[in-house]
């Protein structure tokens, strides 16, 4: 015949069940050559990976003022933080496969920066400003770190499904 073929998928969806974490009505499906899919993902990616540069500059630059101005301790808070969204953003795109098929690590490592960022911020922004640390302060920085060992120390990415909600708190 023609060369053409003609593919029919039915996908049923349970709004109920819905854990936005991918199969065919995660996102839009794009079928064609593995080429010009896989030439589109990267170029789908390339602002997260310009973003994650740009973070990762910030980053690097802050850690460096920290080092020649070690009493201005926000530097180094405000360089980790860069860093920790560096990663993150890097760990969203497909160009962190360039480094292998690692799928489960580069998952943790992701949800492991964002459990590690809000502790990091908010320990800038004490800094930069000037605000006390009363012990509710330091209870909430420690509930985000036992949410990273909690996550990390599971097997698996189940744990870390459950744990995000409650790190959207």
Known sequence: SDGTMTLSIRVARDLDALDNEGGLTAEPLELGLMTDLAARGVTGDLPRLLLSVLFLYAGVAHLLLY???????????????????????????????????????????????????????????????????PWWFRAYQGSHLLLLLIGVLTPGLAMNWILLPVWNV
Not at 79 to 94: N, Y
């Open 67 to 133: 080092r020649t101005r070690r009493g201005a301790i926000e530097y180094l808070w405000f360089g980790m933080a860069a860093l920790l969204m560096a990663g993150h953003t890097f760990l969203r795109t497909q160009f962190r496969f360039v480094f292998g098929e690692h799928f489960l690590l580069y998952k943790e490592l992701e949800y492991a920066c964002v459990y590690v960022l809000t502790p990091v911020l908010l320990e800038f922004f004490a800094t930069f400003l000037a605000l006390p640390r």
